[in-house]
């Protein structure tokens, strides 16, 4: 099967997650896309959505799926999302499509975290996939300095084929940590977070998934946190 083969078979099969009637969170990235085609098919059976970025509201605004502003709801059922990679806590890496922000407060507020991942998302240690930190501005250099002290190697991401930064849904940068072995990820989480001019951390491991559904050559294979 090809990793997209895959990527759809777990966003099939979190179809089951979704709760009837209620709002569902939706995620960010090409699984996540998946995802949102699924969730397309029985749209009649939900009240609605609250997107982690633009592009996926665009997605859902597309198959006619209702999307509301996070500020109007009071809790959500289920969020679901990819990550770019996870360990056998559940604890992940996202971020990697630039909606690591959104992602982790409508997260927050969700009741339920399923993520949906092929095979190749799960790892023993995290930290080979760079780490994305979303930044204000201005305190991009003063952060990056702190991030190289915890001992990975800070890059600036940039509009592709470009020098320029690369700029966020609300209007922040993105620096993405290569080198770190991540053996704490809730002490990792909790010293980033402390960084003034952070954003958000890309490590979700305070709040990890509950679920995740990985795509194997073998089936979805189903682990629970
Ligand atoms: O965190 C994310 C976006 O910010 C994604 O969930 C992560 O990058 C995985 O993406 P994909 O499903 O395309 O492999």
Do not use: W
């Amino acid at each position: 099967m090809t990793q997209d083969e895959l990527k759809q078979a777990v966003a099939r099969a979190a179809i089951e997650y979704v709760v009837d009637g209620e709002i569902i969170g939706v995620g960010t990235g090409s699984t996540a896309n998946f995802f949102i085609d699924e969730l397309a098919r029985i749209k009649d059976r939900i009240k609605g959505t609250v997107a982690s970025s633009e592009a996926t509201a665009a997605r859902l605004r597309g198959h006619g799926i209702e999307v509301f502003d996070l500020n109007d709801v009071p809790s959500i059922a289920v969020y679901i999302d990819g990550a770019d990679e996870i360990n056998a806590a559940g604890a992940m890496i996202k971020g990697g499509g630039a909606a690591l922000t959104r992602e982790k407060i409508v997260a927050s507020v969700s009741k339920q975290f399923v993520c949906i991942a092929d095979g190749s998302k799960l790892v023993e240690v995290l930290g080979k996939f760079a780490l994305p930190v979303e930044v204000l501005p201005m305190a991009r250099n003063a952060v990056m300095r702190k991030l190289a002290e915890l001992g990975g190697q800070p890059r600036l991401r940039t509009k592709p084929g470009t020098d320029e930064a690369f700029i966020t849904d609300n209007g922040g940068e993105l620096i993405d940590v290569a080198g770190l072995q991540i053996t704490d990820p809730v002490a990792l989480e909790t010293r980033i977070n402390q960084i003034v001019g952070v954003v958000a951390v890309g490590l979700f491991a305070q709040r990890g998934a509950n679920v995740c559904l990985l795509g194997t050559s073998e089936g979805v294979k189903k682990l629970t946190f």
